[in-house]
């Protein structure tokens, strides 16, 4: 559909635009690299230069000298310090993030293992905001200065000022303890645990597939609540944007036009309005699924749900560096990736931009 | 003396005769739009109560909230505790009266870290151009790409936790919106005449920055600081919660919820009235926020 418009609005455009498209690909490769970079650079800031002493860190203050001075020059201390961070660089681009002091396994293994609970409940998280957030928005903008807008205005700060963590606790007090009716924290009762083989790691994909129907409901009675809480940032966020996106377009002649040619207020809506808000809001909702991977991280912790925000929580507990830093990395590398995705997607949806 | 009639007409002239007139008059007739709005208004309330309660803490409460009295432990709420005690006897009214001067720090310890170098960065960028710009956008994108409290969590990880190391986190991680706001800023008035005119008669580049470009700024910085503030206690009081920000026994609100955690099924209180302290005041900020940016920054109002 937006191909269509595109090329009508401009003659010129189809000539001109790949170049000045691939030109602007350039620009989002080059700032991935360079975001990259400067991610990097502050773990290896945090990870070998923070500490007094990063040799201490990890063998602890009663090690013999000997061990001592063959994690010094493991970790390459004697070397220059741009020459450690590129060696950093080098580990990072095999994937190796170290071994976990906590768990005795390679970090990335661990991330492997606990980043598919995460995705689930971000995952479920963004598609509940958009379910809810995307007609409160709307209603919003079409009863724009009347009460539905004040309501959702208000409904979208609450959204904005509650603190996630807290607002978890009281959900599982009066949906768990006293309602009874979602199962509590973790991803599955102890009953069902390891009954289905993690293929994807997401419960209720594997579920599904092997056709364990009730795993599939006690995975999902887990995961509404969680998945609702860290939902509530989204949904105020994305109701507020496409109030604002629906008002820019409401204002605009051709509404004008759609209505006087007759059209049904709900085709001005949906039809007219709302297919033209569709590609700034796709990149809004990714930029919060990129930032709900990183804020499930209160989330989890207070449903004990396995995913790398409890991971990265607890190693920093246990003074285990290379894990938090690992997941830092991961969750950071994500979350950069998603933005630049969502830019790129606009650039390539919208003609204007390109 | 004039009456209250004649500095009305006054501040509302046509004409004013002076700056300084017509100075007060754009910020009376801000606050002339700013108080028709209710909503404004509650955020205005809710900051100021935050402020008064804070200044006032040692004449309202009826100790520091710091000696456990364990003879008292988890008292629920009655006239005499009206939040009742927590898991150490204390009273919770006490505690968070107290802790509100925690959070008016956390705050003010943020934005004074973050509004200069976000100034200097973005007006130094914007007004200079060139390579320096792009050295410098190039920084503030890579802030701006990180996520805020991962980011955090890794700095309290390694410089320890604590208040002061939970503050400098998020300051790392919040400056770069301004140095962006400070550069739009910037590049839209540092073609404008009077900077001409200045440069023409001799004013240094840091003066003209400091005295005429910086003061330009001041409006969409402040809008963006009143809504920043609501993130900023978010964060630092999901830090207290994780037990990487302010340390027992502070009463900061985010570790006050983290510790009554496990009594919230059989004594609700203890963790559920720290929660609405931090609902409430960051609701306050973000109405605030949201009424000073209809007032002072007409162009994002819609």
């Known amino acids: 559909m937006t191909e269509t418009t595109a090329s009508g609005r401009q003659a010129t455009g189809p000539l001109r635009a790949p170049s000045s498209f691939v030109v602007s690909l350039l620009g989002v490769a080059a700032s991935l690299v360079l975001t990259f970079i400067g991610l990097t650079a502050i773990t290896f800031t945090i990870g070998r230069v923070m500490p007094a002493d990063p040799v201490l860190a990890i063998v602890g203050d009663r090690a013999p000298q000997d061990v001592y001075d063959q994690v010094y020059l493991q970790l390459g201390l004697d070397k220059p310090i741009y020459v450690q961070y590129l060696r950093y660089l080098g580990q990072l681009s095999e994937g190796d993030l170290g071994v976990s002091i906590m768990t005795a396994q390679p970090v990335m293994d661990d991330i492997l293992r606990f980043f598919p609970a995460t995705l689930e409940l971000a995952t479920v998280a963004t598609l509940l905001g958009i379910l809810v957030g995307i007609p409160m928005g709307v209603f919003a903008a079409v009863n724009q200065g009347r009460w539905p807008d004040h309501v959702v205005r208000v409904i979208g700060l609450i959204g904005y000022s509650v603190p996630v963590f807290w607002l978890g606790m009281v959900g599982l007090l009066i949906f768990y303890a006293k309602l009874g009716w979602v199962a509590g924290p973790g991803r599955l009762d102890v009953y069902y645990d390891g009954i289905v083989e993690p293929v994807t790691g997401i419960l209720l994909i594997d579920a599904a597939m092997t056709g364990e129907w009730d795993i599939f409901r006690n995975a999902a009675s887990h995961l509404v609540l969680p998945a609702s809480i860290l939902g509530t940032f989204t949904l105020a966020y994305i109701a507020r944007m496409t109030r604002s996106f629906m008002l820019d377009q409401l204002n605009q002649e051709y509404i004008l036009t759609a209505r006087v040619k007759g059209a049904s207020e709900f085709a001005v809506i949906w039809r007219h309005a709302f297919r033209n808000v569709l590609v700034q809001l796709i990149t809004i909702i990714g930029l919060t699924y990129a930032s709900l991977l990183e804020g499930s991280v209160l989330t989890e912790t207070v449903f004990a749900w396995p995913g790398i925000g409890q991971y990265i929580t607890n190693s920093l507990f246990n003074n285990d560096m290379n894990a938090v830093l690992g997941g830092t990395i991961v969750v950071g590398v994500c979350f950069v990736g998603i933005n630049m995705l969502s830019d790129l997607l606009y650039r390539l949806a919208d003609p204007r931009v390109r | ?302």
């Open chain 2, 1 to 302: 003396m004039p009456g209250v009639g004649t500095l009305r007409a006054w501040l509302l002239a046509e004409a004013p005769g002076s700056s300084s007139q017509a100075r007060l008059q754009r910020v009376y007739l801000g606050w002339l739009s700013f108080s028709r709005n209710p909503i404004a208004m509650i955020g205005l309330f809710i900051v100021a109560g935050l402020v008064l309660v804070a200044a006032l803490a040692p004449w309202i409460t009826g100790s520091e909230g710091l000696q456990p009295e364990l003879s008292n432990r988890l008292h629920p709420p009655d006239g005499t505790h009206w939040f009742g005690t927590d898991e150490l006897g204390r009273d919770i009214y006490d505690r968070i009266v107290w802790g509100s001067r925690i959070t008016l720090y956390i705050v003010s310890l943020v934005s004074i870290i973050v509004v200069p170098i976000g100034l200097i960065i973005g007006i130094v960028s914007g007004y200079i151009g060139g390579v320096v710009d792009s050295i410098l956008m190039r920084l503030t994108d890579i802030f701006l790409a990180f996520p805020r409290l991962i980011l955090a969590m890794a700095f309290v990880a390694a410089l320890g936790p604590g208040l002061e190391n939970a503050v400098l986190a998020i300051a790392l991680t919040t400056w770069s919106p301004y140095a962006r706001i400070a550069r739009a800023e910037a590049l839209t008035i540092r073609n404008s005449e009077f900077i001409l005119a200045a440069q023409v008669q001799g004013v240094s580049t840091a003066g003209i920055l400091l005295r005429h470009v910086a003061p330009l700024c001041t409006s969409s910085v402040i809008v963006r600081l009143t809504l920043d503030m609501a993130g900023i206690i978010l964060t630092a009081a999901g830090l207290g919660f994780l037990g990487l920000g302010a340390q027992p026994p502070t009463p900061e609100w985010g570790a006050m919820i983290s510790l009554g955690r496990q009594y919230l099924i059989d004594q609700w209180w203890v963790p559920t009235v720290p929660g609405v302290a931090i609902l409430v005041v960051s609701l306050g900020f973000n109405l605030l926020g949201d009424g000073l940016r209809d007032v002072l920054d007409p162009k994002s109002g819609k």
